[in-house]
Protein backbone atom coordinates (compact mmCIF):
# COMPACT_ATOMS: atom_id res chain seq x y z
CA UNK A 1 0.00 0.00 0.00
CA UNK A 2 2.81 2.49 0.71
CA UNK A 3 5.81 4.12 -1.18
CA UNK A 4 9.04 3.42 0.02
CA UNK A 5 9.91 6.07 3.09
CA UNK A 6 11.69 8.95 1.88
CA UNK A 7 10.28 10.90 4.50
CA UNK A 8 12.66 13.94 5.78
CA UNK A 9 11.09 14.26 9.35
CA UNK A 10 12.10 17.86 11.09
CA UNK A 11 11.99 18.63 14.34
CA UNK A 12 11.42 22.45 15.34
CA UNK A 13 13.26 23.45 17.99
CA UNK A 14 10.69 24.44 20.88
CA UNK A 15 9.66 27.81 21.66
CA UNK A 16 9.23 30.49 24.76
CA UNK A 17 5.72 29.23 26.27
CA UNK A 18 3.09 31.65 25.03
CA UNK A 19 2.26 34.82 26.70
CA UNK A 20 -0.56 36.22 28.35
CA UNK A 21 -1.17 39.16 26.05
CA UNK A 22 -3.98 39.62 23.97
CA UNK A 23 -3.49 37.18 20.74
CA UNK A 24 -4.66 39.59 17.10
CA UNK A 25 -4.63 36.32 15.29
CA UNK A 26 -8.80 35.27 14.74
CA UNK A 27 -9.92 38.27 15.10
CA UNK A 28 -12.99 39.77 13.27
CA UNK A 29 -12.07 43.25 12.15
CA UNK A 30 -14.69 44.52 14.08
CA UNK A 31 -12.90 42.98 16.95
CA UNK A 32 -10.12 43.93 16.44
CA UNK A 33 -11.29 47.80 16.16
CA UNK A 34 -12.61 47.50 19.70
CA UNK A 35 -9.35 46.32 20.85
CA UNK A 36 -7.58 49.02 19.61
CA UNK A 37 -10.18 51.55 21.09
CA UNK A 38 -9.61 50.09 23.90
CA UNK A 39 -6.00 50.53 23.63
CA UNK A 40 -6.35 53.91 23.22
CA UNK A 41 -6.38 54.83 19.38
CA UNK A 42 -9.10 57.10 18.83
CA UNK A 43 -12.44 55.74 17.27
CA UNK A 44 -11.58 58.20 14.34
CA UNK A 45 -8.91 56.29 13.20
CA UNK A 46 -9.92 52.92 14.69
CA UNK A 47 -11.12 51.93 11.18
CA UNK A 48 -7.60 52.72 9.15
CA UNK A 49 -5.55 51.50 11.84
CA UNK A 50 -7.27 48.33 11.48
CA UNK A 51 -6.91 47.96 7.48
CA UNK A 52 -2.91 49.28 8.21
CA UNK A 53 -2.32 46.02 10.58
CA UNK A 54 -4.79 43.98 8.69
CA UNK A 55 -2.89 43.92 6.00
CA UNK A 56 0.68 44.02 8.09
CA UNK A 57 -0.78 40.25 9.41
CA UNK A 58 -2.43 38.94 6.48
CA UNK A 59 -1.55 40.36 3.36
CA UNK A 60 2.44 40.36 4.50
CA UNK A 61 2.19 37.78 7.51
CA UNK A 62 4.50 40.08 9.52
CA UNK A 63 4.92 38.51 13.15
CA UNK A 64 5.93 41.74 14.89
CA UNK A 65 4.49 45.00 15.56
CA UNK A 66 8.34 46.67 14.88
CA UNK A 67 8.07 46.11 11.41
CA UNK A 68 4.42 47.72 11.30
CA UNK A 69 6.06 50.90 9.47
CA UNK A 70 2.95 52.98 8.63
CA UNK A 71 2.03 53.36 12.48
CA UNK A 72 3.86 56.04 14.92
CA UNK A 73 6.68 54.37 17.10
CA UNK A 74 4.65 55.50 19.85
CA UNK A 75 1.47 53.08 18.50
CA UNK A 76 3.51 50.23 17.53
CA UNK A 77 4.67 50.09 21.09
CA UNK A 78 1.68 50.34 22.86
CA UNK A 79 0.60 47.61 20.33
CA UNK A 80 3.43 45.17 21.47
CA UNK A 81 2.40 46.12 25.44
CA UNK A 82 -0.79 45.12 24.99
CA UNK A 83 -1.11 42.39 22.19
CA UNK A 84 0.43 39.32 21.04
CA UNK A 85 0.51 37.93 17.14
CA UNK A 86 0.59 33.90 17.77
CA UNK A 87 -0.25 31.17 15.83
CA UNK A 88 0.24 27.60 16.65
CA UNK A 89 3.75 26.12 16.87
CA UNK A 90 4.86 23.45 14.18
CA UNK A 91 6.63 20.99 16.89
CA UNK A 92 7.30 18.21 13.41
CA UNK A 93 7.32 18.28 9.76
CA UNK A 94 7.28 14.89 7.61
CA UNK A 95 7.43 15.42 4.26
CA UNK A 96 6.06 12.03 1.76
CA UNK A 97 8.27 11.22 -1.40
CA UNK A 98 5.07 12.11 -3.41
CA UNK A 99 5.91 15.89 -1.75
CA UNK A 100 2.59 15.78 0.83
CA UNK A 101 3.89 17.76 3.78
CA UNK A 102 2.59 16.88 7.33
CA UNK A 103 2.80 19.22 10.18
CA UNK A 104 2.09 18.23 13.70
CA UNK A 105 0.64 21.87 15.67
CA UNK A 106 0.97 21.83 18.71
CA UNK A 107 -2.13 24.55 20.27
CA UNK A 108 -2.56 26.07 23.51
CA UNK A 109 -2.78 23.86 26.51
CA UNK A 110 -0.64 21.21 24.77
CA UNK A 111 -2.99 19.61 22.03
CA UNK A 112 -2.15 18.81 19.05
CA UNK A 113 -3.25 18.50 15.63
CA UNK A 114 -2.48 18.00 12.05
CA UNK A 115 -2.11 19.80 8.52
CA UNK A 116 -1.61 18.30 5.60
CA UNK A 117 -0.46 19.74 2.39
CA UNK A 118 -0.47 19.01 -0.76
CA UNK A 119 0.74 19.92 -4.02
CA UNK A 120 -0.30 19.06 -7.10
CA UNK A 121 0.40 19.79 -10.89
CA UNK A 122 -2.01 22.87 -11.33
CA UNK A 123 -3.21 23.35 -7.34
CA UNK A 124 -2.15 23.40 -3.73
CA UNK A 125 -4.27 22.11 -1.24
CA UNK A 126 -4.16 22.58 2.51
CA UNK A 127 -6.10 20.23 4.69
CA UNK A 128 -6.89 22.11 8.15
CA UNK A 129 -8.81 21.15 11.13
CA UNK A 130 -11.34 22.27 13.04
CA UNK A 131 -11.05 20.29 16.56
CA UNK A 132 -9.13 18.03 18.62
CA UNK A 133 -10.42 14.93 18.15
CA UNK A 134 -13.88 14.37 17.28
CA UNK A 135 -17.77 13.66 19.01
CA UNK A 136 -18.37 11.70 16.32
CA UNK A 137 -17.21 8.11 15.71
CA UNK A 138 -17.30 6.84 12.25
CA UNK A 139 -16.02 3.45 12.32
CA UNK A 140 -13.64 4.26 9.27
CA UNK A 141 -11.79 6.90 10.35
CA UNK A 142 -8.85 7.38 12.78
CA UNK A 143 -9.58 10.73 14.39
CA UNK A 144 -13.42 9.03 14.98
CA UNK A 145 -11.46 6.58 17.87
CA UNK A 146 -9.79 9.87 19.37
CA UNK A 147 -12.03 11.55 21.72
CA UNK A 148 -12.72 15.16 21.45
CA UNK A 149 -10.90 17.41 23.25
CA UNK A 150 -11.68 20.53 22.35
CA UNK A 151 -12.81 23.05 19.54
CA UNK A 152 -9.95 24.83 17.77
CA UNK A 153 -10.32 29.01 18.05
CA UNK A 154 -10.56 31.24 15.04
CA UNK A 155 -7.11 31.87 15.60
CA UNK A 156 -5.74 28.39 15.57
CA UNK A 157 -8.08 27.80 12.28
CA UNK A 158 -5.99 31.09 10.83
CA UNK A 159 -3.02 30.22 11.96
CA UNK A 160 -2.98 27.04 10.42
CA UNK A 161 -2.92 28.66 6.51
CA UNK A 162 -0.10 31.01 8.16
CA UNK A 163 2.01 28.35 9.50
CA UNK A 164 1.71 26.55 6.44
CA UNK A 165 2.70 29.88 4.56
CA UNK A 166 5.69 30.52 6.35
CA UNK A 167 7.01 26.50 5.93
CA UNK A 168 6.27 27.57 2.23
CA UNK A 169 7.65 30.63 2.14
CA UNK A 170 4.69 31.95 -0.07
CA UNK A 171 4.08 35.65 1.55
CA UNK A 172 4.28 38.01 -0.74
CA UNK A 173 7.64 40.07 -0.50
CA UNK A 174 7.81 44.19 -0.78
CA UNK A 175 9.75 45.11 -4.18
CA UNK A 176 9.02 41.40 -5.76
CA UNK A 177 6.10 42.03 -6.86
CA UNK A 178 5.91 38.54 -9.01
CA UNK A 179 6.90 36.33 -6.32
CA UNK A 180 2.97 35.68 -5.52
CA UNK A 181 3.22 32.04 -5.79
CA UNK A 182 -0.15 31.20 -4.48
CA UNK A 183 1.20 27.66 -3.92
CA UNK A 184 -1.80 27.08 -1.50
CA UNK A 185 -4.72 27.51 -3.85
CA UNK A 186 -7.54 25.49 -2.07
CA UNK A 187 -7.85 24.99 1.76
CA UNK A 188 -10.22 21.92 2.89
CA UNK A 189 -11.61 21.27 5.88
CA UNK A 190 -10.93 17.72 6.00
CA UNK A 191 -8.46 17.24 8.50
CA UNK A 192 -9.51 16.39 12.27
CA UNK A 193 -12.90 17.38 13.53
CA UNK A 194 -16.40 17.92 12.65
CA UNK A 195 -16.09 22.00 11.18
CA UNK A 196 -20.35 22.27 11.72
CA UNK A 197 -19.64 21.25 15.46
CA UNK A 198 -17.37 24.31 16.07
CA UNK A 199 -19.52 26.23 13.58
CA UNK A 200 -18.62 30.20 14.78
CA UNK A 201 -14.87 29.99 14.95
CA UNK A 202 -14.72 28.38 11.79
CA UNK A 203 -16.93 31.23 10.47
CA UNK A 204 -14.76 33.92 11.63
CA UNK A 205 -11.53 32.13 11.15
CA UNK A 206 -13.06 31.24 7.67
CA UNK A 207 -13.62 34.52 6.70
CA UNK A 208 -10.36 35.99 7.71
CA UNK A 209 -9.01 33.88 5.18
CA UNK A 210 -11.18 34.98 2.26
CA UNK A 211 -10.91 38.52 3.59
CA UNK A 212 -9.86 40.48 -0.03
CA UNK A 213 -6.98 42.69 1.96
CA UNK A 214 -5.49 39.48 3.87
CA UNK A 215 -4.46 36.10 2.53
CA UNK A 216 -7.70 36.56 0.25
CA UNK A 217 -8.31 33.27 -0.83
CA UNK A 218 -11.81 32.93 -2.76
CA UNK A 219 -14.72 31.26 -1.24
CA UNK A 220 -14.70 29.01 -3.88
CA UNK A 221 -11.28 27.75 -3.24
CA UNK A 222 -12.44 26.46 0.29
CA UNK A 223 -14.52 23.57 1.18
CA UNK A 224 -15.68 22.52 4.23
CA UNK A 225 -16.57 18.49 4.42
CA UNK A 226 -19.18 17.73 7.08
CA UNK A 227 -20.45 14.57 8.32
CA UNK A 228 -24.09 15.72 7.68
CA UNK A 229 -24.56 17.85 10.48
CA UNK A 230 -28.06 18.80 8.82
CA UNK A 231 -29.38 22.13 11.53
CA UNK A 232 -26.03 23.81 10.27
CA UNK A 233 -25.68 23.25 6.55
CA UNK A 234 -27.59 26.06 4.87
CA UNK A 235 -25.83 28.22 7.25
CA UNK A 236 -22.40 27.24 5.47
CA UNK A 237 -24.00 28.80 2.74
CA UNK A 238 -25.61 31.89 4.22
CA UNK A 239 -22.66 32.94 6.48
CA UNK A 240 -19.36 31.28 4.98
CA UNK A 241 -20.06 31.09 1.54
CA UNK A 242 -17.47 28.18 0.46
CA UNK A 243 -18.14 25.04 -0.77
CA UNK A 244 -19.81 22.34 0.66
CA UNK A 245 -18.63 18.35 0.42
CA UNK A 246 -20.61 15.76 2.60
CA UNK A 247 -19.49 12.63 4.01
CA UNK A 248 -22.45 10.41 2.07
CA UNK A 249 -20.51 7.28 2.41
CA UNK A 250 -23.52 5.04 1.83
CA UNK A 251 -26.64 4.53 0.33
CA UNK A 252 -28.77 2.92 3.00
CA UNK A 253 -29.11 3.81 6.60
CA UNK A 254 -28.90 0.86 7.79
CA UNK A 255 -25.42 0.89 6.55
CA UNK A 256 -25.05 4.36 7.08
CA UNK A 257 -25.61 4.24 10.43
CA UNK A 258 -22.68 2.04 10.98
CA UNK A 259 -20.39 4.05 9.16
CA UNK A 260 -21.50 7.69 10.05
CA UNK A 261 -23.42 7.18 13.22
CA UNK A 262 -24.60 10.91 12.94
CA UNK A 263 -27.04 9.28 10.09
CA UNK A 264 -29.23 7.96 13.16
CA UNK A 265 -29.70 11.26 14.05
CA UNK A 266 -30.38 12.48 10.65
CA UNK A 267 -30.78 10.04 8.43
CA UNK A 268 -30.90 9.97 4.60
CA UNK A 269 -33.37 11.08 3.74
CA UNK A 270 -33.51 14.29 6.00
CA UNK A 271 -29.60 15.02 4.88
CA UNK A 272 -30.49 14.81 1.23
CA UNK A 273 -33.50 17.09 1.98
CA UNK A 274 -31.39 19.60 3.82
CA UNK A 275 -28.63 19.24 0.55
CA UNK A 276 -31.76 19.79 -2.17
CA UNK A 277 -32.44 23.10 -0.10
CA UNK A 278 -28.70 24.29 -0.10
CA UNK A 279 -28.47 27.69 -0.39
CA UNK A 280 -27.21 28.75 -3.84
CA UNK A 281 -26.50 25.38 -5.51
CA UNK A 282 -25.71 25.47 -8.95
CA UNK A 283 -23.57 23.66 -11.45
CA UNK A 284 -20.69 25.54 -11.01
CA UNK A 285 -21.09 25.35 -7.32
CA UNK A 286 -21.94 21.64 -6.69
CA UNK A 287 -21.92 19.80 -3.86
CA UNK A 288 -19.04 16.79 -3.34
CA UNK A 289 -20.38 13.81 -2.30
CA UNK A 290 -17.50 11.86 -0.54
CA UNK A 291 -17.62 8.20 -0.92
CA UNK A 292 -15.18 5.83 0.73
CA UNK A 293 -14.73 2.39 -0.88
CA UNK A 294 -14.85 -0.04 1.74
CA UNK A 295 -14.45 -3.68 0.18
CA UNK A 296 -17.67 -5.95 1.10
CA UNK A 297 -19.42 -2.89 2.58
CA UNK A 298 -20.44 -0.07 0.36
CA UNK A 299 -18.88 -0.78 -3.17
CA UNK A 300 -21.38 -3.20 -5.12
CA UNK A 301 -23.22 -2.05 -8.11
CA UNK A 302 -26.23 -1.93 -6.57
CA UNK A 303 -24.96 1.01 -3.84
CA UNK A 304 -23.64 2.97 -7.29
CA UNK A 305 -26.89 2.30 -8.81
CA UNK A 306 -28.80 3.79 -5.48
CA UNK A 307 -26.72 6.64 -5.01
CA UNK A 308 -27.36 7.76 -8.54
CA UNK A 309 -31.04 7.19 -7.82
CA UNK A 310 -30.96 9.16 -3.78
CA UNK A 311 -28.55 12.33 -5.44
CA UNK A 312 -31.45 12.51 -8.41
CA UNK A 313 -31.96 16.55 -9.28
CA UNK A 314 -28.99 17.74 -6.69
CA UNK A 315 -25.68 18.95 -8.41
CA UNK A 316 -23.26 17.04 -7.68
CA UNK A 317 -19.81 15.60 -7.63
CA UNK A 318 -18.89 12.12 -6.40
CA UNK A 319 -15.72 11.97 -4.70
CA UNK A 320 -14.46 8.27 -4.09
CA UNK A 321 -11.96 7.98 -2.13
CA UNK A 322 -10.14 4.46 -1.87
CA UNK A 323 -9.97 3.62 1.84
CA UNK A 324 -6.66 4.94 3.59
CA UNK A 325 -5.64 1.80 6.69
CA UNK A 326 -4.88 2.71 9.46
CA UNK A 327 -3.36 0.28 12.14
CA UNK A 328 -6.59 -1.69 13.89
CA UNK A 329 -8.78 -0.34 11.20
CA UNK A 330 -11.69 -2.98 10.70
CA UNK A 331 -12.05 -2.42 7.05
CA UNK A 332 -10.38 -3.11 3.89
CA UNK A 333 -9.94 -0.50 0.88
CA UNK A 334 -12.05 -2.08 -2.18
CA UNK A 335 -10.22 -3.22 -4.99
CA UNK A 336 -9.42 -1.13 -7.85
CA UNK A 337 -11.43 -2.50 -10.20
CA UNK A 338 -14.50 -2.49 -7.65
CA UNK A 339 -13.97 1.14 -7.57
CA UNK A 340 -13.93 1.82 -11.46
CA UNK A 341 -17.02 0.07 -12.05
CA UNK A 342 -18.20 2.03 -9.09
CA UNK A 343 -17.02 5.23 -10.72
CA UNK A 344 -18.19 4.08 -14.29
CA UNK A 345 -21.81 3.75 -13.28
CA UNK A 346 -21.90 7.06 -11.40
CA UNK A 347 -20.23 8.75 -14.79
CA UNK A 348 -22.74 7.28 -17.03
CA UNK A 349 -25.19 8.78 -14.99
CA UNK A 350 -24.16 12.10 -15.57
CA UNK A 351 -22.12 12.66 -12.73
CA UNK A 352 -18.43 13.69 -12.36
CA UNK A 353 -17.09 10.70 -10.12
CA UNK A 354 -13.24 11.38 -9.72
CA UNK A 355 -11.01 8.49 -7.56
CA UNK A 356 -9.04 10.32 -4.89
CA UNK A 357 -5.47 9.90 -5.37
CA UNK A 358 -4.64 8.61 -1.73
CA UNK A 359 -1.54 10.88 -0.81
CA UNK A 360 1.01 11.08 1.88
CA UNK A 361 0.41 7.25 2.79
CA UNK A 362 4.01 6.75 3.94
CA UNK A 363 3.77 9.89 6.77
CA UNK A 364 0.04 8.73 7.47
CA UNK A 365 -0.92 12.05 6.05
CA UNK A 366 -4.01 10.76 4.16
CA UNK A 367 -7.48 11.52 4.50
CA UNK A 368 -9.19 9.79 7.69
CA UNK A 369 -5.44 9.24 9.12
CA UNK A 370 -5.02 12.07 11.11
CA UNK A 371 -4.72 11.70 14.83
CA UNK A 372 -2.74 13.25 17.32
CA UNK A 373 0.74 12.16 18.95
CA UNK A 374 -0.33 13.39 22.40
CA UNK A 375 -3.29 10.74 22.19
CA UNK A 376 -1.47 8.56 20.72
CA UNK A 377 1.27 7.98 23.11
CA UNK A 378 -1.47 8.19 26.10
CA UNK A 379 -2.97 5.01 24.58
CA UNK A 380 0.72 3.42 24.35
CA UNK A 381 0.72 4.14 28.27
CA UNK A 382 -2.74 3.07 29.00
N1 LIG B 1 -15.60 15.53 10.01
C1 LIG B 1 -15.71 15.93 8.65
C2 LIG B 1 -14.40 16.36 8.05
C3 LIG B 1 -13.17 15.55 8.37
S1 LIG B 1 -13.05 13.97 7.64
C4 LIG B 1 -16.36 14.85 7.85
O1 LIG B 1 -16.51 13.75 8.34
O2 LIG B 1 -16.74 15.12 6.71
C5 LIG B 1 -12.67 14.29 5.93
C6 LIG B 1 -13.06 13.15 5.00
O3 LIG B 1 -12.22 12.00 5.16
C7 LIG B 1 -14.48 12.66 5.24
O4 LIG B 1 -15.17 12.45 4.03
C8 LIG B 1 -14.23 11.35 5.92
O5 LIG B 1 -15.34 10.53 5.83
C9 LIG B 1 -13.02 10.84 5.19
N2 LIG B 1 -12.31 9.76 5.86
C10 LIG B 1 -12.21 9.54 7.19
N3 LIG B 1 -11.46 8.45 7.44
C11 LIG B 1 -11.06 7.98 6.25
C12 LIG B 1 -10.23 6.88 5.84
N4 LIG B 1 -9.66 6.10 6.75
N5 LIG B 1 -10.04 6.69 4.53
C13 LIG B 1 -10.58 7.52 3.62
N6 LIG B 1 -11.35 8.58 3.94
C14 LIG B 1 -11.60 8.80 5.24
FE1 LIG C 1 -15.31 12.95 12.91
FE2 LIG C 1 -15.34 13.27 10.23
FE3 LIG C 1 -13.87 11.32 11.35
FE4 LIG C 1 -16.53 11.14 11.34
S1 LIG C 1 -15.16 11.15 9.54
S2 LIG C 1 -15.18 10.72 13.10
S3 LIG C 1 -17.12 13.28 11.61
S4 LIG C 1 -13.57 13.52 11.62
Known amino acids: ?135 LTCSFCHTGTQKLVRNLTAGEIVGQVMLARDDLDEWPVQGEPNREG ?48 VPEIARTANEIGCLLAVSFHATTDEVRDQLVPINKKWNIATLLDALRAYPGLTNSERITFEYVMLQGVNDSKEDAYRLVELIR ?35 DAGYASPIRTPRGEDIMAACGQLKSATEKTRKVRA
Open 1 to 135: MTAPITQDVLTIPRKMPASDKANLIGLTRDQLRSALIDAGTPEKQAKMRVGQIWTWLYHWGLRDFTGMTNLSKELRQTLADRFSIEIPEVVTRQISSDGTRKYLVRIAGGHEVEVVYIPETDRGTLCISSQVGCT
Open 182 to 229: RLISNVVLMGMGEPLYNFENVRVGLRVIMDNEGIALGRRRITLSTSGV
Open 313 to 347: GIPAKINLIPFNEWPGAPYKRSSGNRIHAFADIIH
